[in-house]
């Protein structure tokens, strides 16, 4: 390859050429080189004529970029006028003091390694006021502290890079003050926020930092408007999913019960999770908690009425399983497109266990008093609101010492790993939780890694059957009378409830009201009852609890009698002199009727 040839094609090559040729001779040169190309192929005149005439049938833009540099153009024009349209001026025609000053950005320049103040221009005065060329930045610019820069424009400095920072929030120095501005009008510094860029520039062979701010406190305080806007909507929604919650537990004699609610996110969707303790009369207690799949008013709204639905069914005092099967048609009614999933347990302290139904719901988890932990097995069934299911009742043993927690699935749910995995964390976290159930609640959550930006509901319910000893236990007594020989087990059953409440030294007016009770329930089961019968009494720090259960399944009801009735008046009145009265069915068939009267404080 002819290298000599082609060299006049490397970029630069031409505008040497053109700044050693004569002006005058612009017109003659081509001519001259033609002519010689014709006698010498190969020669480095011709390939530069050839160029020049390649450089004819090019746009111009580069003899533009010419002509700004050296005055000429490609074609060794002085002016550049035939291609460049009249009208449009150079950039070399305006200060870089005029294009700064008229910026509505604040622009400042500084230098040294003290920063130094070179030059801030009117947008920058108008905000700040004047600033004495020649000051450090740290001495006449207490802007550029509060924004956080100086650290920033040291960094600059070193390592020669462009930096920026975002929406730096300021206090005008002056704030509130007049003071004159760029063009002699009075103005007032006020508070904004700015977005800065700091860049390397060369000051006369030092280094200096060229600082270019940017108003944006209207954006600024539109975000914040909208921030707080947001705040007050997830207070309102947290409001109204704590409002559907109950505001303060039912605290049952024998159980000690304590539950946690923590909306997920920081987003205003409420949730669907609820929770519940629901006395039942005679020492038991129901505990519900459930889970509406989705998030917004829609699930909160259907999370309540399934709650309130709960609360109906509970006082119906039906089996756990039988209080599901209702709920699985209510479910369906109320929104067809909802699925729930609930756990409905019943505490008895007769027994001693937990008999729960499930529909869908995560296991329950009993810890017994050595820590170890016991997972609630199957029947589990399918959410609500699907139908077309039986559901069925099972039971864990709940002794004293052991604590039941009850939970949703945001406690142990997570995207990174299988929930049973999350199940299983809670087992360990369980079997070190100590202390009242209040303790072991927050201690879950910690230990599950629960915080204000989790991004699921979580409720958690904990119950503890606490072992009593002592002083304690003696408030806690249990008696109970197999009903033989038919009419004969009246009296006999008024006699050990009248031995049984002096022993528990009761008050007169109590053992003589508890007696009657005693006699009347006793009556009505020998009358429409059938064998086995048998009478309990119970006694807790709150109250005295009488219950008789027969092996018939109709339960009784109140009615009015009339005066020339000589039955009828049993139930009237237990009603009238006990707090309350109830019955049930038993598992197995039959029925239980209880009255309840409290004991003076």
């Not at 019943?346 to 719901?361: F, I, K, Q």
Request: hydrophobic share 40%; glycine share 12%; charged share 25%.
């Amino acid at each position: 390859m002819n290298f000599t040839r082609w060299s006049a094609r490397l970029p630069g090559t031409q505008r040497r050429i053109a700044a050693r040729t004569d002006p005058g001779d612009s017109q003659a040169k081509p001519r001259e080189n033609s002519a010689h190309s014709s006698g010498s192929a190969g020669s480095v005149p011709a390939a530069r004529g050839e160029f020049e005439r390649h450089g004819e049938r090019h746009d111009g833009r580069r003899g533009e970029r010419q002509g700004g540099r050296g005055g000429k153009d490609s074609r060794g024009g002085s002016d550049g006028s035939d291609r460049r349209p009249a009208g449009i001026p150079e950039l070399e025609e305006l200060t870089v003091r005029d294009v700064l000053g008229g910026l509505p950005a604040l622009v400042a320049l500084v230098y040294g390694p003290d920063h130094r103040v070179a030059y801030v221009n009117d947008a920058y005065e108008d905000a700040f006021g004047p600033r004495e060329p020649g000051t450090t930045a740290a001495e006449s610019c207490p802007e550029l502290i509060e924004l956080g820069l100086m650290p920033l424009m040291d960094q600059v400095l070193r390592s020669g890079k462009p930096r920026t920072v975002k929406s730096r929030k300021v206090q005008a120095a002056t704030s509130g003050a007049p003071h004159a501005s760029a063009n002699g009008a009075a103005t007032v510094a006020r508070d904004g926020s700015y977005t800065v860029t700091c860049t390397p520039v060369d000051t006369s062979g030092s280094g200096g930092v060229l600082i270019f701010a940017a108003d944006v406190t209207d954006h600024a305080e539109a975000a914040e408007r909208l921030r707080a806007s947001e705040r007050r909507l997830r207070e309102t929604a947290v409001a109204l999913q704590r409002s559907l919650l109950p505001q303060e537990l039912e605290q049952p004699d024998d159980l000690r019960v304590a539950a946690t609610y923590q909306p997920g996110g920081t987003d205003a969707a409420v949730g669907g999770d609820w929770y519940d303790v629901i006395t039942l009369g005679a020492g038991r207690t129901a505990l519900v908690i459930g889970d509406v799949m989705g998030r917004g008013v829609r699930a909160a709204a259907v999370m309540g009425q399934l709650r309130t639905a709960v609360r109906a069914y509970a006082r119906l005092d039906l089996p756990p399983h039988e209080v599901l099967q209702l709920l699985d048609g209510l479910a369906a009614e109320i929104d067809a497109s909802q699925i729930a999933t609930c756990v409905y347990a019943v505490h008895d302290p007769n027994e001693g266990r937990l008999v729960y139904a499930s529909a869908g719901h995560l296991p329950i988890l009993v810890r017994a008093e050595d820590g170890t932990v016991a997972r609630a097995a199957d029947p589990t069934g399918p959410p609500l609101g699907t139908g077309g299911w039986i559901h069925t009742s099972g039971s864990i043993e709940l002794a004293p010492g052991s604590t039941a927690v009850l939970y949703t699935d945001g406690l142990v749910e997570r995207r990174s790993e299988d929930i049973d995995e999350g199940v299983a964390s809670l087992e360990r976290a369980l079997a070190g939780a100590k202390g009242s159930p209040q303790v072991v609640c927050d201690r879950l959550i910690r230990a599950m890694g629960v915080t204000a930006e989790h991004d699921d509901d979580v409720a958690v319910l904990v119950l503890q059957h606490p072992a009593r000893t002592g002083q304690a236990a003696e408030l806690f007594h249990n008696a109970a009378l197999d009903l033989l020989g038919g009419i004969e087990a009246a009296p006999r059953a008024r006699a050990f409830a009248s031995g049984v409440l002096s022993s528990w030294r009761f008050p007169v007016e109590l053992r003589d009201l508890g007696v009657l009770a005693t006699s009347e329930l006793v009556a009505n089961s020998l009358q429409h009852g059938t064998p086995p019968m048998r009478l309990r009494l119970r006694r807790t720090d709150r109250r005295l609890i009488i219950e008789v259960t027969d092996g018939d399944d109709h339960l009784p009801l109140r009615r009015h009698a009339e005066p020339a009735d000589e039955a009828g008046r049993g139930i009237s009145i237990v009603a009238t002199i006990a707090s309350s009265w109830g019955s049930r069915r038993t598992p197995g068939g039959g029925k239980a009727v209880w009255c309840e009267f409290a004991l003076p404080h």
